[in-house]
């Protein structure tokens, strides 16, 4: 068989085919041929190698830095107890080479590191210290000359005034239920709106507001002569009200309303009630023993025997004792306005309890020059401001204006003697009067 002559190139290409086979025959792993690390520089551990995931060239600096870092590990497991091997050769550590290289270096990058954080401060340092700084505003020319001007003015904001716990000396005292006394004013607040006197003189054809305030001015004088507690005369003048406000009495018995009112006052409020004979006798015996008791029994049926009731005086006990200092001057100037208050009609049916209590103090404060007038914890235990009180007060303080050239003169007598204080006598606080313009 004939044979064809071969190209040049197609001899020069199956040798090269040829001698590919061989090299795929005698070629190495990439890896044995030493340019890509895989354990190597990794020593064994306890007689185990452990495959590196590690595959990228190696340069000198990439085997110092493995170096460096198996040492430190190696180190760092010296210092926890753990049997480690040293990286140096036979365990000695060379003064030159690559692995006294890579510690030098090592050493000056942690010292880098200490120095860097030295210098450095933390990030939460850093974070608070910009927190600071951002809200540290810097003040402006307005503001500046506003702070100036209102501080000019006398409007600069001044310290808050504390709140006393006027109950904080009581807890001792058993009558004094401080666990509940709250709660308890709380609840007269809402009965005496339920509780509200209404306008009723003009349902009354034969009495009107003038008699009202003659007959409260004769119970004064038998309050006090009797000595009864203050308690006694704000519930008298309760009952009246009430039952002037749901039937029609006629001129003559007015009177008798007023003996059986106190009466029943007396038997809830006192531990040694006056008799009946006593008021028929204060009386001038207009009445006998039998009306009395009769008129007893007609109060009590159109008041349903509700006699608990929130009076003026309830409220008053309260808020002298908030009115700091409460000295004995100022209890007497504050019950003088309240029974200035009571007396009169138009007062009695406008304002309730709590309103004519809280004003009285008020009048009694400004009278007796107390600074300040109106006090943060007064606000706080009466539940209302001064400008709240102030129409109520200045009525109060023209009563007492008036007081003495009044007919009706049993309060302001009774206040004027030695042991209420004198109140009566003080100068009233015209300047509150001065203050409607």
């Not at 452990?50 to 210092?79: C, E, G, M």
């Not at 007598?413 to 030695?418: G, T």
């Given at each position: 068989?004939?044979?064809?002559?071969?190209?040049?190139?197609?001899?020069?290409?199956?040798?090269?085919?040829?001698?590919?086979?061989?090299?795929?025959?005698?070629?190495?792993?990439?890896?044995?041929?030493?340019?890509?690390?895989?354990?190597?520089?990794?020593?064994?551990?306890?007689?185990?190698?452990?495959?590196?995931?590690?595959?990228?060239?190696?340069?000198?600096?990439?085997?110092?830095?493995?170096?460096?870092?198996?040492?430190?590990?190696?180190?760092?497991?010296?210092?926890?107890?753990?049997?480690?091997?040293?990286?140096?050769?036979?365990?000695?550590?060379?003064?030159?080479?690559?692995?006294?290289?890579?510690?030098?270096?090592?050493?000056?990058?942690?010292?880098?590191?200490?120095?860097?954080?030295?210098?450095?401060?933390?990030?939460?340092?850093?974070?608070?210290?910009?927190?600071?700084?951002?809200?540290?505003?810097?003040?402006?020319?307005?503001?500046?000359?506003?702070?100036?001007?209102?501080?000019?003015?006398?409007?600069?904001?001044?310290?808050?005034?504390?709140?006393?716990?006027?109950?904080?000396?009581?807890?001792?005292?058993?009558?004094?239920?401080?666990?509940?006394?709250?709660?308890?004013?709380?609840?007269?607040?809402?009965?005496?709106?339920?509780?509200?006197?209404?306008?009723?003189?003009?349902?009354?054809?034969?009495?009107?507001?003038?008699?009202?305030?003659?007959?409260?001015?004769?119970?004064?004088?038998?309050?006090?002569?009797?000595?009864?507690?203050?308690?006694?005369?704000?519930?008298?003048?309760?009952?009246?009200?009430?039952?002037?406000?749901?039937?029609?009495?006629?001129?003559?018995?007015?009177?008798?309303?007023?003996?059986?009112?106190?009466?029943?006052?007396?038997?809830?409020?006192?531990?040694?009630?006056?008799?009946?004979?006593?008021?028929?006798?204060?009386?001038?015996?207009?009445?006998?023993?039998?009306?009395?008791?009769?008129?007893?029994?007609?109060?009590?049926?159109?008041?349903?025997?509700?006699?608990?009731?929130?009076?003026?005086?309830?409220?008053?006990?309260?808020?002298?004792?908030?009115?700091?200092?409460?000295?004995?001057?100022?209890?007497?100037?504050?019950?003088?306005?309240?029974?200035?208050?009571?007396?009169?009609?138009?007062?009695?049916?406008?304002?309730?309890?709590?309103?004519?209590?809280?004003?009285?103090?008020?009048?009694?404060?400004?009278?007796?020059?107390?600074?300040?007038?109106?006090?943060?914890?007064?606000?706080?235990?009466?539940?209302?401001?001064?400008?709240?009180?102030?129409?109520?007060?200045?009525?109060?303080?023209?009563?007492?204006?008036?007081?003495?050239?009044?007919?009706?003169?049993?309060?302001?007598?009774?206040?004027?003697?030695?042991?209420?204080?004198?109140?009566?006598l003080r100068s009233p606080a015209k300047a509150l009067l001065a203050s409607t313009s």
């Amino acid at each position: 068989m004939a044979t064809r002559p071969l190209h040049q190139n197609q001899v020069r290409g199956a040798v090269q085919q040829k001698n590919g086979e061989g090299e795929r025959k005698n070629r190495t792993a990439l890896g044995d041929i030493g340019n890509v690390v895989t354990t190597r520089g990794v020593p064994a551990i306890n007689g185990v190698i452990k495959p590196s995931a590690i595959n990228r060239p190696l340069t000198r600096s990439f085997r110092a830095q493995l170096v460096a870092n198996a040492q430190i590990a190696v180190d760092k497991k010296k210092k926890q107890g753990e049997q480690a091997v040293d990286l140096n050769i036979g365990g000695v550590r060379k003064p030159g080479g690559v692995g006294a290289l890579a510690q030098k270096k090592q050493e000056k990058k942690k010292t880098e590191e200490e120095m860097v954080v030295t210098k450095t401060p933390s990030y939460e340092h850093r974070k608070q210290k910009q927190k600071h700084v951002s809200h540290k505003k810097s003040a402006s020319l307005t503001s500046f000359m506003t702070a100036r001007s209102k501080e000019a003015c006398g409007l600069t904001k001044k310290p808050q005034e504390l709140i006393v716990n006027i109950d904080e000396g009581s807890l001792e005292d058993e009558l004094a239920v401080v666990e509940y006394v709250e709660v308890i004013y709380k609840f007269y607040k809402m009965a005496e709106d339920e509780n509200r006197l209404i306008d009723y003189m003009g349902s009354q054809p034969d009495i009107n507001d003038k008699m009202r305030s003659i007959l409260v001015d004769w119970l004064i004088e038998v309050h006090y002569k009797f000595e009864l507690r203050k308690e006694t005369l704000y519930l008298t003048i309760n009952i009246i009200d009430r039952f002037l406000s749901m039937m029609v009495v006629p001129r003559k018995e007015l009177q008798l309303v007023g003996i059986a009112s106190m009466l029943l006052a007396c038997k809830y409020e006192e531990i040694w009630a006056p008799e009946v004979n006593d008021f028929v006798h204060i009386a001038d015996k207009a009445y006998v023993r039998e009306q009395v008791l009769a008129m007893e029994k007609v109060i009590l049926e159109k008041l349903e025997w509700y006699l608990t009731v929130p009076t003026p005086y309830m409220f008053l006990t309260r808020y002298i004792k908030a009115s700091i200092p409460a000295d004995s001057e100022m209890e007497s100037m504050v019950y003088f306005y309240a029974e200035l208050g009571i007396m009169n009609y138009s007062t009695t049916i406008k304002y309730p309890p709590s309103i004519l209590a809280a004003s009285s103090v008020y009048a009694a404060r400004c009278t007796l020059n107390s600074s300040p007038s109106w006090t943060e914890t007064l606000k706080h235990y009466t539940g209302h401001s001064a400008s709240q009180l102030m129409e109520c007060a200045r009525l109060l303080v023209s009563f007492h204006v008036a007081a003495p050239e009044s007919k009706l003169r049993a309060v302001y007598k009774k206040f004027s003697k030695p042991e209420n204080g004198t109140v009566a006598l003080r100068s009233p606080a015209k300047a509150l009067l001065a203050s409607t313009s």
